[in-house]
């Protein structure tokens, strides 16, 4: 199966710039999504890219490289809201399920 | 208000004993799915549905059935629960499949199960 691989924790101070990688498999390749995750709660959307290059949506952006098979999420002027789990997951060809990375879990301190 | 929503929230039962957990959208959505997510192994697929009376495997569908009767439901079913299958379960609706354009997936709120 196709491994998507990601951080498993990061911590950052509020205020601050962070940013969560994402690797993937290249081959059969369609495109990213990033979800947001709070404890106890479900996935919500953030962004899905398929073209190279960074999307900008307010204080998250996303950045893919499709020849390389990297991803980031950059999280700006974090605040303390922003701690959750951030899950990338890639699509691949041929009608295959999405593949989910286990998770980076961030934690925003003071 | 457009929104997934699964029954029940939360559930205890006993080995064997057969249970189905309920989901539902009202987005007039043609993709389902059904995930588990289990700490240090992330959401999984277990089984999805492009459209009515179309379902297929997913990543872990060992133990479990779905049926897709009507586009708003898809229900998962265990017809003889084990305990590992404690887990929390999601259910996702798209619009279409995931993989086209920017076709976000709504989870509903999950499901923690769990076999004794």
């Known amino acids: 199966g196709q491994n998507i691989d990601q951080p498993t924790e990061m911590t950052a101070t509020e205020g601050a710039i962070v940013q969560i990688n994402c690797t993937y498999q290249?081959?059969?390749?369609?495109?990213l999504f990033w979800y947001q995750q709070h404890a106890g709660e479900a996935p919500t959307f953030l962004s899905y890219?398929?073209?190279?290059g960074l999307e900008e949506k307010g204080r998250f952006s996303s950045f893919l490289s499709r020849s390389k098979g990297y991803s980031y999420l950059l999280l700006k002027e974090l605040q303390m809201k922003d701690s959750a789990s951030y899950l990338c997951?890639?699509?691949?060809?041929?009608?295959?399920?999405?593949?989910f990375g286990k998770g980076t879990r961030l934690s925003v301190i003071a | 208000e457009a929104q997934v929503t699964q029954n029940p929230r939360y559930l205890i039962t006993v080995t064997g004993k057969k249970l189905t957990v309920t989901c539902s959208q009202n987005m007039n959505h043609e993709y389902m799915s059904w995930y588990r997510q289990d700490p240090g192994l992330g959401l999984r697929q277990i089984y999805y549905?492009?459209?009515?009376?179309?379902?297929d495997k997913g990543d872990v569908p060992e133990g479990y059935k779905v049926s897709r009767k009507e586009k708003r439901n898809f229900p998962l079913i265990l017809e003889s629960p084990s305990p590992n299958q404690t887990s929390l379960y999601f259910c996702?609706?798209?619009?279409?499949?995931?993989?086209?354009?920017?076709?976000?997936?709504?989870f509903g709120p999950g499901t923690r199960l769990t076999v004794l």
């Open positions: 996702a609706s798209s619009l279409s499949n995931p993989g086209l354009e920017d076709n976000e997936q709504f």
């Open positions: 997951a890639a699509d691949f060809s041929g009608n295959t399920p999405l593949v």
């Open positions: 290249t081959s059969g390749f369609n495109g």
């Open positions: 890219n398929v073209l190279d």
């Open positions: 549905s492009m459209n009515v009376e179309v379902t």
